[in-house]
């Protein structure tokens, strides 16, 4: 059982050292081991410190967590002041894509399978856009919008605004292009 204090390289040697001394079990039918498991009766004195070993366990991680919560860097993305619900999919799944690629990818062999390697192109691809190829979108949508709030003075919508609305329109496309992409491939994510 680990505790948030528990040095897990530390455990981890410990078990391995074990294991390599031959005191490891053999399993020979895995059903017949979880009958095993299953079916083993404990008696009442032991059910009772399982209880509180297990219950003061589950507390201290509970406030553990409660103070330092997992996944920070996505949280961190959700403003405190109101956002709408599309614009908060964006941030977070963005934000999902950029962690998982600054802090996780290195950590998959991308080369293994057809399917690897084009999920690899994927996620990199997105991780362009989302860093850099948007930002240089939205700027030029700022452009753009400022250029024809400007310069066109007297002219129908549709002519005054035909380029940010040109631009807006890719950038939602990619954006969608982004988010069914990180549905397909979510299955990658996992290190």
């Not at 680990?2 to 005191?23: C, Q, S, V, Y």
């Not at 240089?136 to 310069?151: G, I, P, R, W």
């Not at 990180?182 to 990658?188: C, D």
């Amino acid at each position: 059982m680990n505790w948030p204090w528990t040095n897990i390289k530390k455990k981890l040697d410990e078990r391995r050292e074990k294991a390599d001394l031959g005191t490891s079990i053999r399993i020979d039918n895995i059903d017949d081991w979880f009958d095993e498991i299953r079916n083993k009766k404990y008696p009442w004195y032991e059910k009772i410190w399982n209880k509180i070993y297990f219950g003061t366990n589950d507390l201290v991680w509970n406030i553990y967590r409660f103070f330092n919560p997992c996944n920070k860097r996505i949280r961190k993305v959700i403003p405190n002041t109101w956002c709408d619900l599309s614009e908060l999919t964006l941030r977070i799944n963005f934000e999902i894509i950029k962690s998982f690629v600054e802090d996780e990818m290195d950590n998959v062999c991308w080369e293994s399978t057809e399917s690897h390697k084009e999920a690899a192109k994927w996620i990199r691809d997105s991780y362009q856009y989302i860093t850099k190829e948007r930002v240089q979108l939205q700027e030029d949508f700022d452009k753009a919008l400022e250029h024809s709030s400007d310069n066109g003075r007297g002219l129908p919508y549709g002519e005054r605004y035909k380029v940010p609305n040109e631009i807006e329109a890719l950038i939602d496309k990619k954006d969608t292009e982004v988010l069914i992409g990180l549905a397909t491939y979510r299955q990658f994510l996992w290190t």
